[in-house]
C-alpha cells in the first residue's frame, strides 16, 4: 500500500530542465567554460558541485562553490520565471492524493532559494508536508539519501512510498532506496528510462494520472 509521494522537483514537479539547461550553458558560457546539453542531462540530480567540479576541471571549494551556485541558480530563476507552471494532470493527481490521505513530500538536489521559488510561485506551499533540499543530504542522486531523509521526516516506511522522477539518476535513487518509482518521460527518452525498470513509465501526467486516479 502506498501511504506517501515523493516528488523530485527539477523535470518533474515542474517541466523546467530545458531552462535548467539554458542556465548551465549560459553559465558556463560567462566563465569562459563550455558544458554539452547531454552532459547536463546526463549529471540530472546530481549535486551542484558535481556540476562545478566538472565545468571548471578542477575541486571546487564549500564557499566558492556557494557562491557559483547562487550566480547559476538566479540566472536559472530569471530565464524560467515567465515560464513557470504545473504540467497538465498534476493538480489533480496532488488534489487525489490529499483527498486519500496520501503524504506528500518533496526532494531536490535543487537549493532552497529554488524551491521557494517553485513553491510560492505555483501557490502549492502549503500541498506538501515534507520538503527536502540539497543542503539537508549529504550524497546527491543516485544515492538514495535525499529519499531516505524524505521517508524518515515524513515517518513512512520506505517501500510504502511511491517516488516520482523524470531522470536515469533519479530513479536509481528510489529504487535504491527501496521505495517505488513512476517515471515521466518529460526530460529523457523513455527508452532510457525503461532500462531503469520503473514501476510506472509515462509520457505525461494527464496518461499517468489514469494509473493513479
Known amino acids: 500500500m502506498v501511504?506517501?509521494?515523493i516528488?523530485?522537483?527539477?523535470g518533474t514537479l515542474v517541466d523546467n530542465c530545458e531552462w535548467h539547461v539554458l542556465a548551465w550553458r549560459e553559465f558556463a558560457h560567462r566563465?569562459?567554460?563550455d558544458i554539452s546539453r547531454k552532459d547536463i542531462l546526463d549529471w540530472m540530480?546530481?549535486?551542484s558541485a558535481y556540476y562545478m567540479e566538472r565545468i571548471f576541471g578542477r575541486e571546487v571549494g564549500a564557499e566558492e562553490c556557494a557562491?557559483?551556485?547562487r550566480e547559476k541558480e538566479a540566472l536559472y530563476r530569471e530565464m524560467y520565471a515567465p515560464h513557470l507552471a504545473l504540467p497538465d494532470g498534476l493538480g489533480d493527481i496532488l488534489a487525489d492524493a490529499r483527498r486519500r490521505g496520501v503524504r506528500l513530500a518533496i526532494a531536490t538536489g535543487g537549493s532552497i532559494d529554488n524551491v521557494d521559488f517553485v513553491l510560492d510561485g505555483l501557490a502549492l506551499r502549503d500541498a506538501f508536508e515534507v520538503v527536502v533540499d540539497?543542503?539537508?543530504y549529504a550524497r546527491g542522486k543516485p544515492a538514495p539519501d535525499c529519499y531516505l531523509v524524505a521517508a524518515e521526516r515524513l515517518g513512512v516506511d520506505?517501500?510504502?512510498c511511491l517516488v516520482f522522477e523524470d531522470a536515469v539518476g533519479g530513479v536509481r535513487a528510489a529504487k535504491s532506496a527501496g521505495m517505488k518509482v513512476a517515471a515521466v518521460t518529460a526530460t529523457m527518452p523513455r527508452e532510457a528510462l525503461a532500462a531503469e525498470g520503473p514501476d510506472i513509465l509515462c509520457g505525461s501526467f494527464v496518461e499517468m494520472k489514469s494509473r493513479l486516479i
Not at 7 to 10: A, I, R, Y
Open 3 to 5: 501511504k506517501a509521494y
Open 134 to 136: 540539497a543542503s539537508q
Open 67 to 69: 557562491e557559483l551556485t
Open 7 to 10: 516528488f523530485d522537483m527539477d
Open 158 to 160: 520506505p517501500s510504502e
Open 45 to 47: 540530480g546530481a549535486t
Open 31 to 33: 566563465h569562459g567554460r
